[in-house]
């Protein structure tokens, strides 16, 4: 059960046998009780004035005046003033006054008087009803004894109001606590969020090359580890200049988001897709050789842009490292680039003669989409 919906009571533990075995600390006693209750007659006829002049001494102290405020509130204060003092001398006190003692603490906690402040006012009640005992008692014997038990009274009701003063703390000290824990993983959080967005191609929602180098090279550990191979894929779209001259930049967005959903489409589980640059992507295939690669990634690459995307063509280069020797990150990734490059100009060239076939006066620099799209 949350300690919010707990009685104070239950919050601190406190039965009839702790209320027992506190007033047994302080020596408190039935008689006691006894001779507390003989004097309530005189506290009744006496409450008004003595109300009145506790008040009158702590609304001229500027501190307690500012936290009274209004009306209103004095006169809340000044009857639960007159029933505390009622309540002492009783002679019952039982978990009904304790619970009341509690309330105090906790209301004067929350409405910001501190403990040097309390512990003034109860010093001066105290005063107050000592001189009342020493006038009014029959003798000075028992006046002295009222007095005695008094004291332990007070040192009872003290200890309750401090004990909830400091657990009312405790509570927000622990309140702030989950707080700042509840802010650290929000922070932690949208901290992992912007990490995560900042790594990512906002357009095709593959890795970006800011990523590429640090996720290659654990995995070319992973893949050392186990002595197993891992390839680069390397894709460029051919033309892709022109894509965007004919279409427009949004048709060419499009193209790439289309080749970015089919990379990753193509790609098996623990394989890693990015988008390296404007029209250019690579997949990060490990214990994958390079004709697994050509083969598998390649073919089913190429049989989904034909499907998707028959229009356009791209040009791919292959590397593979290990498992006897390996390359680091970026010499992997300059290899697989340099092989892309190389099937890049052999589509431009097939390109280029078959343009020219085709109409021998066409420019030669003036290439077509590459019908080879496998390299």
Do not use: W
């Amino acid at each position: 059960m949350q300690a919010a919906i707990k009685t104070l009571l239950e919050q601190m533990r406190i039965t009839d046998t702790a209320i027992s075995q506190r007033m047994e600390l302080l020596n408190f006693s039935t008689h006691d009780a006894e001779l507390l209750s003989s004097f309530a007659p005189v506290v009744a006829q006496n409450l008004d004035v003595l109300v009145d002049e506790f008040y009158r001494v702590q609304t001229s102290i500027p501190e307690i005046a500012l936290l009274i405020g209004d009306l209103d509130t004095f006169n809340r204060l000044q009857a639960a003033q007159r029933k505390y003092v009622i309540d002492l001398f009783a002679g019952i006190y039982d978990l009904e006054y304790v619970n009341n003692r509690l309330r105090i603490g906790l209301v004067h906690k929350r409405i910001g008087v501190e403990p040097k402040l309390y512990l003034s006012a109860t010093h001066l009640l105290k005063s107050q009803l000592n001189d009342l005992i020493s006038q009014h008692a029959p003798e000075p014997g028992t006046a002295n004894a009222i007095i005695a038990s008094l004291d332990k009274l007070f040192y009872f009701d003290v200890t309750l109001v401090v004990e909830t003063y400091i657990r009312s703390m405790l509570f927000e000290i622990d309140a702030e606590k989950q707080k700042s824990e509840q802010y650290a993983l929000h922070l932690e959080e949208r901290s992992r969020q912007l990490e995560h967005l900042s790594r990512k191609d906002p357009l095709t929602g593959l890795l970006n090359r800011r990523s590429m180098t640090g996720l290659l090279a654990r995995d070319l550990i992973t893949v050392q580890r186990e002595s197993r191979p891992l390839s680069v894929v390397y894709i460029d779209v051919n033309q892709f200049k022109r894509i965007n001259d004919k279409g427009g930049h949004k048709h060419g967005d499009e193209v790439l988001k289309i080749i970015g959903e089919i990379t990753l489409s193509t790609a098996r589980h623990g394989d890693t897709c990015f988008r390296v640059g404007g029209d250019e992507f690579c997949v990060v295939l490990p214990h994958c050789d390079e004709e697994a690669a050509i083969s598998g990634f390649c073919t089913r690459f190429r049989l989904k842009l034909l499907e998707r995307l028959p229009e356009v063509g791209v040009s791919i280069g292959v590397h593979t490292t290990g498992p006897e020797k390996y390359l680091t990150a970026p010499d992997l990734i300059e290899r697989a680039d340099t092989a892309m490059f190389a099937a890049k100009r052999e589509n431009t060239r097939l390109t280029a003669e078959r343009d020219a076939k085709a109409n021998p006066s066409y420019p030669s620099t003036m290439v077509r989409r590459a019908e080879d799209r496998s390299k």
